[in-house]
């Protein structure tokens, strides 16, 4: 059954460890995810961008995707679908087709505008005992045509978008999604820690957790970072064990172009990325 991120959050944040969302794509990158998950015993975010769920013909489609494998698979870790950099209108209709968590982005409004929408929504999952994120100051970097230079946030805008009432914090710290430039400044600890200071015990998400350094992570992490988005990384492993199993020719053996045998090799890439991002979060045996 699909949980709020709420309780594995609060844990993760009072524990020093933090949860990782790893967005979800198809049907292999899902069964990736959970079944790693379930073996490690560590909770687990699923994340969906608004595109993801359109090319996996909408959200009613993964949360009975999600649901099945639930039981198929007899996973009992603790596990969150959550709607990634959602715009208002896909927030509710995420909420409608039965997710436990969304994130609104309200980033590119004026802080006003991001204030008045965020309080709906906040109004809105608290009735349904969903998890609500919502972000200030953009993260670098685009995400579903919403593109960001890593900006840092303001920590007293984010000291009001917590006062709503919101379950965790997204705040731009210098992080961008995708790979990282070679000129790449690092993230910027100083504005996690006045963020920190102004947002209290609230759970901070650290967004492009892809290519960010372990002890850079591990820092984030003691300042009150609590879960930790990654999704390129997986993209890249599957594509990479994907092209290795092509070039060696073996899609033309015997029935190697069978897509079970075909995708298997990038299936796996994805399960050993997540555990060792699991590893590195500290969420293995946390469940």
């Given at each position: 059954?699909?949980?709020?991120?709420?309780?594995?959050?609060?844990?993760?944040?009072?524990?020093?460890?933090?949860?990782?969302?790893f967005?979800?794509?198809?049907?292999?990158?899902?069964?990736?995810?959970?079944?790693t998950?379930?073996?490690?015993?560590?909770?687990?975010?699923l994340g969906?961008?608004?595109?993801?769920g359109?090319?996996?013909?909408?959200?009613?489609?993964v949360?009975?995707?999600?649901?099945?494998?639930l039981?198929?698979?007899?996973?009992?870790?603790?596990?969150?679908l959550?709607?990634?950099?959602?715009?208002?209108?896909?927030?509710?209709?995420?909420?409608?087709a039965?997710?436990?968590?969304?994130?609104?982005?309200?980033?590119h409004y004026?802080?006003?505008?991001?204030?008045?929408?965020?309080t709906?929504?906040?109004?809105?999952?608290?009735i349904?005992?969903l998890?609500?994120?919502?972000?200030?100051?953009?993260?670098?970097?685009e995400?579903?045509?919403?593109?960001?230079?890593?900006?840092?946030a303001?920590?007293?805008?984010c000291?009001?978008?917590?006062?709503?009432?919101?379950?965790?914090?997204?705040?731009?710290?210098?992080?961008?999604?995708?790979?990282?430039?070679?000129n790449?400044?690092?993230?910027?600890?100083?504005?996690?820690a006045?963020?920190?200071?102004?947002?209290?015990?609230?759970?901070?998400?650290?967004?492009?957790g892809?290519?960010?350094?372990?002890?850079?992570?591990?820092k984030a992490?003691s300042l009150?970072?609590?879960?930790?988005?990654?999704?390129?990384?997986?993209?890249?492993?599957?594509?990479?064990?994907?092209?290795?199993?092509?070039?060696a020719?073996?899609?033309?053996?015997?029935?190697?172009?069978d897509?079970?045998?075909?995708?298997?090799?990038?299936f796996?890439?994805?399960?050993?990325?997540?555990?060792?991002?699991?590893?590195?979060?500290?969420?293995?045996?946390k469940?």
């Open positions: 059954m699909l949980v709020s991120a709420k309780e594995m959050l609060n844990k993760a944040r009072e524990g020093k460890y933090a949860v990782g969302q967005n979800i794509n198809n049907l292999e990158w899902t069964k990736a995810i959970l079944m998950a379930q073996k490690l015993n560590s909770p687990v975010i969906v961008s608004e595109g993801a359109k090319y996996m013909c909408g959200y009613k489609t949360v009975g995707m999600v649901n099945g494998m039981d198929s698979l007899n996973i009992t870790v603790p596990v969150a959550h709607l990634d950099h959602g715009s208002f209108e896909g927030a509710i209709a995420c909420i409608n039965g997710f436990s968590s969304v994130m609104f982005d309200g980033s004026p802080i006003q505008e991001n204030i008045e929408k965020t709906k929504l906040v109004n809105t999952c608290e349904l005992g998890s609500l994120e919502a972000e200030v100051g953009s993260i670098g970097g995400e579903d045509g919403v593109i960001g230079a890593g900006e840092c303001d920590p007293d805008e000291k009001m978008i917590a006062d709503l009432g919101v379950t965790m914090l997204a705040a731009g710290i210098g992080n961008i999604h995708g790979k990282y430039p070679e790449w400044a690092g993230l910027s600890f100083e504005t996690l006045a963020v920190k200071e102004k947002v209290g015990d609230m759970p901070l998400v650290l967004h492009g892809t290519g960010i350094p372990a002890d850079m992570i591990q992490i009150g970072v609590a879960k930790i988005n990654v999704n390129t990384e997986c993209q890249l492993a599957f594509a990479a064990a994907t092209r290795e199993y092509v070039e020719g073996k899609d033309l053996q015997g029935k190697g172009f897509p079970r045998k075909l995708l298997a090799p990038g796996d890439a994805i399960c050993a990325t997540v555990a060792e991002k699991m590893e590195l979060f500290g969420s293995v045996g469940a």
